[in-house]
């Protein structure tokens, strides 16, 4: 939005230009998360063709390239019906609270150096905030459908949520405290300086750790597979969207596939440097007489890419989680785990390594520290698993 009202003339009106500003990146964003998911869609049929061993579609246009276009188009122009029990109002207004949830969150991702619609000090907290509504979406798609099956799965979806919303915020915590910032622009500006910057790679292994906790609850919060029970076919037809048809079933499509592509974008920019370079040389293609525009948002674009192909494969890679195994992994597993790299990586952060030696652990601090984080991790354990031994002596008897 800056860089548009300072490429537009000076000459036009105020209103005008700053309505200009903010309609065009809107347009742009809207028509990004239009088309996105026709070619996502196109991804994931050919990728469980590849891993099934079979071709996926091959018949509407060539190598199937129109198969999805086809198919939207058809969702467009297919009626739309509404149940006779239904509450008419929620349930129209159900899937619009999702796509906008969805969509809001495009507002902070910066594309480039300059390439953004607006840069938050609270950048971090506004996607967290703005993507819990698509929550309040799905609980109201259950409920004004008047359906057992959908109900069941807007309370599935809304527990899942809630329960990885935890350590996916604990995770974004560690981030926040390396950085002193809840800015997006400047968290990818710290990791500047080549691929050893990314703070993926950053108090090995703590951070690896932490974005392996930020992805998995990325996936649970997406709905996607190993974490699909909200929809789970064989259980609830189709969970919270059963009674949907037409273009409101597509517009929870496109929320779905939006939201991936948010997950893994705000994992890039968090993580993976954003549309940073894994080389400086890489960035600036001006020192080899190129042109340098657009190209932070070629390399956020496919670094939130090749997050989702890995949902993809991991959809046709492993089985559905019952739902005690989902809160089991959620509240005893990644839970426990992100509460300690908060912990950790705050002290490392307080007292950091120094050039002669690690400096706060040569003071015994940091012994005291890991003997306190594992010392409450046995106890948990030790809790947990007295716990499930009492369960199965109950069930034995």
């Not at 129109?66 to 188009?73: E, F, G």
């Not at 076919?233 to 189709?238: F, G, I, K």
Request: net charge positive; charged share 10%.
């Amino acid at each position: 939005m800056d860089l548009l009202l300072q490429v537009l003339p000076a000459g036009m009106p105020e209103w005008l230009r700053i309505f200009v500003a903010a309609v065009v990146p809107a347009t742009l964003l809207l028509t990004f998360m239009a088309l996105g998911p026709i070619l996502y869609v196109y991804a994931e049929r050919k990728i469980a063709g590849f891993m099934q061993d079979r071709l996926g579609p091959m018949r509407v246009g060539w190598y199937g390239l129109l198969q999805t276009i086809a198919d939207a188009i058809k969702l467009l122009f297919k009626e739309a019906i509404f149940p006779a029990s239904a509450d008419k109002a929620l349930f129209v207004l159900a899937p619009c609270l999702v796509v906008l949830g969805a969509f809001m969150s495009f507002v902070v991702i910066p594309f480039g150096g300059k390439l953004f619609t607006a840069d938050l000090n609270v950048g971090v907290f506004y996607v967290v905030a703005v993507s819990s509504l698509s929550t309040v979406g799905l609980i109201m798609a259950g409920w004004a459908s008047n359906n057992k099956y959908a109900l069941f799965g807007a309370m599935r979806s809304a527990a899942q949520i809630v329960s990885y919303e935890i350590p996916a915020v604990m995770t974004l915590v560690t981030v926040v405290m390396i950085v002193g910032s809840l800015s997006l622009q400047d968290i990818v500006r710290a990791q500047a300086g080549g691929l050893q910057n990314w703070f993926l790679f950053r108090y090995f292994p703590l951070m690896p750790v932490a974005f392996l906790i930020f992805f998995v609850a990325g996936m649970a919060e997406c709905n996607r597979t190993p974490f699909d029970i909200p929809e789970a076919e064989s259980e609830l037809v189709a969970g919270f969207h059963t009674e949907y048809s037409g273009f409101f079933f597509a517009m929870f499509f496109m929320a779905e596939y939006t939201e991936m592509f948010i997950m893994s974008a705000t994992a890039s920019v968090l993580f993976l440097g954003g549309y940073l370079a894994p080389h400086p040389l890489i960035q600036d293609l001006r020192l080899l007489g190129l042109p340098n525009v657009g190209l932070g948002a070629v390399w956020l674009v496919a670094k939130a890419w090749f997050l989702i192909f890995v949902m993809m494969w991991l959809r046709w890679t492993l089985p559905r989680l019952r739902v005690d195994q989902l809160m089991h992994v959620a509240w005893k597993v990644l839970l426990p785990i992100s509460m300690t790299l908060v912990v950790v990586v705050g002290g490392l952060v307080m007292w950091p390594p120094t050039a002669n030696g690690f400096g706060w652990w040569d003071k015994g601090a940091g012994v005291v520290l890991t003997l306190a984080v594992f010392g409450y991790l046995v106890l948990f354990a030790a809790k947990a698993w007295r716990t499930r031994a009492a369960r199965i002596r109950q069930l034995a008897a």
